[in-house]
């Protein structure tokens, strides 16, 4: 197996990413955005809540 400088992975994945575009890895930051989002909320609103026993 040949060494490749980092300079030729990064070129080489710039690239890709101009052909493919954006693609699965915005898929990926979107989801684990809203599923924080969803946590966060959860979170913050269940120490809202009233127990009126």
């Not at 490749?4 to 890895?25: F, I, K, Y």
């Amino acid at each position: 197996m040949e060494h490749n400088p980092p300079a030729t992975w990064l070129t080489g994945a710039a690239s890709a990413a101009e052909q493919q575009g954006a693609g699965n890895l915005l898929r990926v930051v979107l989801i684990v955005m809203v599923v924080g989002c969803v946590l966060t909320a959860w979170f913050l609103l269940r120490g809202y809540r009233r127990n009126d026993d």
